[in-house]
């Protein structure tokens, strides 16, 4: 009766019936005992099956359990994946003289191949052989089986061999098998090939095989060849199934063809596994009403939905922002008979996370904690994130304490986050104090966490950081990498750090070697910069007398970068003399930096070394000749070479084409400019935004500012837009005219149009109107420019070069009070900075402010930004100049006096533009002059002239 019933599955029946045995003393032998543990294996109830094997070997007095329920218990063991246990029971079996039969070694090596372990299988295997024991087609298939599982599906040949040798003849199953370890190893002719083969044997293949045929097409992408292997299906009367369907849906879901997938199963008998991969696929493409479809559908199928159905509708539902019904459904599900897994804790702290809703995350956390069964760090890290980027770092760390205590070992990630988020709030400081609370973790995630640290500290230029977690490392003898050395002598080199650089290196040395590329490349730099040829003979000797090129040139690229560009020439020649192999790049890296840099000799003769040594130079070097040979005027040698250039097969870009453009305007060859700019398109290269201004901007210098408006209205036609140096350079070119009026009306149509100038185009109009004496219109034009965020960040910068804390806030305060000659002397500077163009010894404004902050501080709190401003205007007009200078500045307020004698508006704008004179800036000066010139007022103009000379200095 108890095998009867297990057959059935009634295991509640077959338990009652072994019970009543036991009650009236009926002897339960093998045969009872292994017709229960059976049948629990046939229901799926492996570890029920476990439980009762163990009760009956404790309570059952006289119970011996014989091969029947040793074999069905390490059938259950190995699905269980207890390749221990099955080990021990072997060895108990061996040590009571008990040989297992073929069936026993069968469910073993199954239980070894399940678990991973093929060569344990293979063993056991042989083993048998050589006992003597036949195997038959189960114990081959089920090593086939294992070895396809593995990947190993080469080797399966030599056991079909053997079969084939022995008599036990393939069946469908081994073939299956096959066809499968061949999909697994994406070797579709092969299994399509076996699956040939046994149909012109007479084999019929089943609907198993089509499904793996087809999931293995539908992985590929293949769904069109998938669709035609489901024709074939019907075409020989196999009926697809719900597991076959639900293949093809799946690859149509991945493929973004929900649509279709969602058509194809409206006449499936759709299961869990469907809707889960529907509601995936709407999830994937955002498709809202597809996900509200999908979950009707799913009500209304009566199906009882597990929990990984469970968890991607709670997903979707967060994404149609349904997030009460997501809530509602997370806490319905022990109700449903459900009990939430990681994944669904994952889940919804993520999409709580992301919403904002950091609260209700943590609370869900704190009810994930209690729940003893579940484990992981997917839930921790995905909380920790969140709170770093929302700035609690004291609630991360605690989640991260509790990972920890867990035993559960932190990713990468949520460590390196907690670093960056402790740095973003204390710094350096920061850092080291979370390091410190770390202190007695388990040494590998410890020494971790103290390499990233270092690493990262390094980076930032914290270099007494860097060093202080280094020393940590060191003390407590955890391994440095390589990458943690490296990085903190790049940063000590790069600030300075010479001193600790000869004994770190040592450090290095003995654990790490010389070996790295990149090591030998940072070296090999910093010698360089001290002595070329021992640079040189350091990297020679580090190679074998044979150094890399790629070294050589990470060295020259390096120097070039930090702006040693005559030691990078040096390098590149001692290199060439040591007879070391030098490439192209390394030539075009040097000739670039010596052009840039003003050595246009050196640069030419690099070239002609070049040509020597049989590299041919590239655009991109004839590019750095043209532009060095520009800037130093030789314009006849820069087209000279331009016409070579067409003449031959090197092709000019249009960067060379910019260039000379450039020149070309910068010396006032504008129709030439032009003509080359129409050139450059009919030769099929397309002028952008930036080479027409190079024109525009030229025209605007020169007065020409209705060409340069002409210019501008064919942007539409070649679908550019003008940016902010167009608008600033059209602007500069009104005011230099003295034209405010225009340049006032251009700003205003092109800021309805949410576009603005540049500093420069700002600078102009404030000026302009400043001159003429519209303050108030000067004042809104400085507030405009003080909302536009790049040149907030420009005037930031500056500030911080002299470590003035809000430069654009102290200009604005002084703005709002009406100080405008303040604000325009600083932004003069400002511009002279930006650039580093300007030799402003004589009155350098900005490298006041810290002085006057410091002097602000230690005085009365009361006092506010405009008292400072005062303070530097006072320091600008009189403390700067010397006895000889403040003459001069007399002068140039008497004679501007003199000029503001008529009673004409622009004779009162002008003289008020010098006598309230910005020094030392001729764009200032210019648009008074011009007016003075185009009144015909030349005494007055050339007054002007000699008052801006004298102040210049």
Same mark, same amino acid.
């Given at each position: ?240 199934? #719900? %597991?076959? @369907?639900? *293949?093809? +849906?799946?690859?149509? /879901? !991945?493929? $973004? &063809?929900?649509?279709? =997938? ?79 897994? #990681? %994944?669904? @804790?994952? *889940?919804? +702290?993520?999409?709580? /996370? !992301?919403? $904002? &809703?950091?609260?209700? =995350? ?86 971790? +966490? ?504």
């Amino acid at each position: 009766m108890v095998s009867v019933l297990s057959d059935r599955g009634d295991m509640a029946g077959a338990l009652k019936v072994f019970g009543i045995m036991t009650e009236r003393g009926c002897q339960v032998d093998d045969r009872v005992c292994s017709a229960i543990v059976s049948g629990f294996s046939k229901a799926g109830n492996d570890k029920a099956g476990l439980e009762f094997y163990d009760r009956v070997r404790k309570e059952v007095c006289g119970f011996e359990p014989g091969l029947m329920t040793l074999t069905a218990v390490v059938n259950l063991l190995g699905r269980e994946g207890k390749i221990g246990e099955v080990a021990e029971l072997v060895s108990e079996m061996e040590q009571k003289g008990m040989i297992g039969d073929a069936v026993f070694y069968s469910s073993l090596v199954h239980g070894y191949m399940t678990g991973g372990l093929l060569m344990e299988g293979l063993r056991e295997h042989r083993l048998m052989l050589d006992k003597g024991i036949a195997a038959d087609v189960v114990n081959y298939t089920t090593v086939i089986d294992g070895m396809c599982r593995e990947g190993s599906v080469d080797k399966v040949m030599g056991f079909l061999d053997e079969m084939e040798r022995s008599g036990a003849k393939p069946n469908l199953i081994t073939y299956t098998s096959l066809v499968g370890g061949f999909c697994k190893r994406n070797r579709l002719e092969d299994a399509f090939s076996v699956v040939r083969k046994l149909e012109q044997k007479g084999v019929v293949v089943d609907e198993y095989v089509y499904s793996i045929l087809i999931d293995s097409l539908c992985k590929m992408g293949d769904l069109d060849k998938a669709f035609c292997l489901l024709g074939e299906m019907e075409g020989k009367g196999i009926k697809a199934g #719900t %597991v076959t @369907y639900n *293949t093809v +849906i799946d690859g149509l /879901c !991945k493929a $973004g &063809d929900t649509n279709n =997938a969602i058509e194809i199963s409206q006449g499936v008998a759709a299961d869990n596994f469907t809707y889960s991969m529907l509601l995936h696929g709407c999830i994937k493409g955002e498709d809202s009403t597809g996900i509200m479809a999908i979950k009707s559908r799913l009500e209304s199928s009566g199906i009882a939905v597990d929990v990984v159905t469970c968890n991607i509708l709670i997903k979707a539902l967060f994404m149609v922002n349904k997030m009460d019904d997501a809530c509602s459904l997370f806490h319905r599900m022990r109700d449903m008979g459900l009990s939430p897994n #990681t %994944v669904t @804790y994952h *889940t919804i +702290i993520n999409m709580m /996370c !992301k919403l $904002g &809703d950091i609260g209700r =995350a943590v609370e869900l956390f704190d009810e994930y904690k209690k729940d003893k069964s579940l484990s992981g760090t997917a839930v921790h890290n995905v909380l920790i994130g969140a709170l770093c980027n929302g700035g609690k770092v004291n609630i991360a760390e605690q989640i991260f304490y509790d990972l920890i205590h867990k035993k559960l070992r932190p990713d990468s990630c949520t460590y390196r986050k907690l670093i960056h988020a402790n740095f973003k709030e204390g710094g350096e400081q920061g850092v080291l104090n979370f390091i410190r609370k770390l202190e007695g973790l388990e040494m590998n995630l410890l020494s971790s +966490i103290c390499n990233y640290a270092s690493t990262f500290l390094s980076t930032k230029d914290c270099c007494e950081a860097a060093l202080h977690v280094y020393k940590m490392l060191r003390v407590q003898a955890f391994p440095v990498t390589s990458k943690t050395f490296y990085k903190l002598l790049k940063s000590l080199l790069r600030n300075g750090y010479d001193q600790v650089i000869q004994p770190l290196l040592s450090e290095f040395t003995k654990i790490h070697g010389l070996n790295e590329p990149r090591m030998i490349n940072m070296l090999s730099c910093h010698l360089s910069k001290k002595n070329v040829g021992a640079a040189i003979r350091f990297s020679s000797y580090m190679d074998n007398c044979s150094v890399p090129v790629s070294v050589l040139r990470g060295a020259v690229y390096a120097l070039k970068k930090e702006g040693e560009i005559l030691d990078a020439y040096n390098f590149l020649e001692q290199a060439e003399q040591s007879g070391f192999s030098v490439d192209l790049a390394m030539y075009s890296i040097v000739v670039e930096g010596l052009c840039r840099g003003g050595y246009l000799e050196k640069a030419l003769d690099l070239c002609e070394t070049m040509q020597k040594e049989g590299i041919h130079p590239t655009i991109i070097v004839h590019n750095s000749v043209l532009s060095g040979l520009c800037q130093h005027g030789c314009f006849t040698e820069a087209f000279r070479l331009f016409d070579y250039l067409e003449s031959s097969n090197i092709l000019p870009t249009i960067i060379t084409y910019a260039i000379l453009i450039g020149a070309l305007c910068r010396e006032g060859f504008l129709d030439d400019a032009y003509q080359l700019i129409q050139k450059m398109s009919n030769k099929g290269i397309r002028p952008t935004t930036r080479v027409y201004n190079l024109l525009i901007s030229g025209y605007c210098n020169y007065g020409l500012t209705e060409k340069a408006l002409g210019l501008m209205s064919h942007f539409e036609e070649h679908f550019l837009l003008p940016d902010a140096f167009t608008l600033g350079s059209v602007i500069n070119g009104h005011c230099l005219k003295g034209n405010t009026e225009a340049a006032l009306g251009f700003f205003n149509e092109y800021h309805c149009k949410e576009m603005v100038p540049d500093f420069v185009g700002f600078m102009s109009l404030v000026k302009g109107l400043y001159a003429k004496g519209r303050m108030e219109e000067s004042r809104g034009i400085l507030r405009e420019m003080f909302q536009c965020k790049e040149i907030v960040d420009l005037i930031n910068s500056v500030g911080n070069e002299v470590q003035t804390e809000s430069l654009v806030a102290l200009l604005s305060s002084a703005c709002e009070e009406g100080r405008i000659d303040e604000v325009v002397t600083i932004l003069n500077e400002v511009g002279l900075m930006s650039v580093s163009s300007s030799d402003s010894s004589n009155c350098n404004t900005l490298a006041q402010l810290k002085k006057l902050q410091r002097i602000d501080n230690a005085s009365d709190p009361g006092t506010d930004s405009g008292q400072v401003l005062s303070s530097v205007s006072f320091d600008v007009s009189s403390d700067c100049f010397n006895g000889s200078y403040k003459g001069r500045l007399q002068t140039m307020i008497e004679r501007a006096d003199n000029i503001s004698t008529t009673s004409d508006d622009t004779d009162i704008e002008n003289g008020n533009l010098l006598g309230k004179s910005f020094y030392d800036d001729f764009d200032t000066y210019y648009p008074a002059i011009a007016s003075l010139c185009s009144k015909g007022e030349f005494l007055k103009a050339n007054n002007a002239i000699e008052a801006m000379i004298q102040n210049s200095g």
